[in-house]
């Protein structure tokens, strides 16, 4: 079996997995001078691309799957698929029948606890307070409505999309006292620290309980820009809302309209909107509208993932699908190609 590394792995990278794998595996690198390690060219995989048994890695460019002709899995070191949908991966594999797994969970407790610092830097209004302390100022008077922070404790949370993400912002939400509701696709699937579970059809009534809401669903063809203005004008007004799964969940304009009228209170986001060019114009990877620049938003560009040993565990999962895929066992992480997760 030939497996080909979508990245410049380094040595002990490449030895970790070919170490996992059945003896005789030909694990292959691109070599070469990079700008970013984790992101190839073309160029740099077409030679081994076109007799790749497998892939594995973060980056794909464009066409080098079409060039795998022989391609039985692509092992993707990310937790969403999205990005495969859109370039459409996903239906080449349904054509020809190759699987896709992904490594969903591993950044889990990592983007959870990422979702509780925001809504406490929301709550709190840390970044005014932090930029008052650097510049030696006194935030005056006491307790003035611009000043004053608010509580988690005995407020109420919505998670929207109670999977490995959301379910671990529950179970944080609930060690600071907060009431927990839940929505998902399927409100059956109940989850230990969710105080009441609805469905997508529930979604406007919960919102309109909810002091804070986090946003955690995959982006789909039923997520793409889901939230919008009837579902901000179901928040309460002093509500905050915490988007820590894909930027293309909410819809900008009216988001932006609540924040600068007053009809929401605050908004962070660890994603902004993604306007890729030939489906919108002009493209560009931050908000039209600068709402990062508002005085009631935080962003954290992309980060909630970027802590110690979640690097490692990208790896060593998508390193299990690969030799899950070789004993012909069940893919624990498998993509299911029509849901696009």
């Known amino acids: 079996m030939k497996v080909v590394c979508l990245w410049f792995a380094t040595d002990s990278e490449r030895n970790y997995i070919k170490e996992a794998m059945p003896r005789g595996t030909e694990i292959v690198v691109p070599r070469g001078e990079y700008f970013s390690r984790f992101e190839t060219t073309y160029t740099d995989l077409e030679p081994h691309a076109r007799d790749a048994d497998a892939f594995i890695g973060w980056t794909l460019p464009e066409g080098i799957v079409e060039k795998a002709e022989k391609l039985k899995i692509l092992s993707w070191l990310h937790t969403g698929v999205d990005d495969l949908r859109i370039n459409g991966v996903l239906s080449l594999a349904r054509q020809r029948g190759f699987k896709v797994t992904n490594a969903r969970g591993a950044n889990a407790i990592a983007v959870a606890e990422h979702a509780m610092m925001l809504l406490l830097s929301l709550a709190k209004k840390t970044i005014l307070k932090n930029q008052a302390s650097r510049e030696n100022h006194r935030l005056f008077p006491l307790f003035a409505d611009e000043y004053r ?7 109420t949370l919505g998670v929207i999309g109670v ?18 509701l839940g929505v998902r696709r399927n409100k059956e699937r109940n989850d230990p620290n969710v105080d009441s ?6 979604l406007h009534a919960v919102l309109s309980k909810c002091d804070y809401v986090v946003l955690a669903t995959p982006n789909t063809g039923e997520t793409f820009q889901f939230f919008g203005k009837a579902e901000l004008a179901a928040m309460k007004p002093s509500a905050f809302l915490v988007n820590i799964a894909r930027g293309k969940l909410v819809q900008e304009k009216p988001l932006h309209e609540a924040l600068t009228s007053g009809r929401l209170r605050g908004f962070a986001a660890d994603t902004w909107p ?15 509208l600068e709402i990062q620049k508002l005085p009631n938003v935080v962003g954290t560009i992309d980060q909630a993932h970027n802590v110690d040993g979640v690097l490692n565990r990208y790896l060593q999962w998508g390193t299990e699908n690969l030799v899950e895929f070789v004993a012909g066992k069940p893919l624990t992480r498998e993509v299911n190609l029509d849901l696009g997760y």
Do not use: W
Not at 163 to 180: E, N, P, R, W
Not at 197 to 202: C, I, K, P, Q, S
Not at 274 to 288: K, L, N, Q
């Open 149 to 155: 922070g608010t509580m988690l404790h005995g407020n």
């Open 163 to 180: 999977g490995g993400i959301g379910s671990h912002v529950a179970k944080c939400a609930k060690a600071f006292g907060m009431q927990v």
């Open 197 to 202: 579970m609805h469905g997508m059809d529930e």
């Open 274 to 288: 993604r306007y890729d060019f030939g489906t919108t114009f002009p493209s560009g990877a931050v908000p039209r």
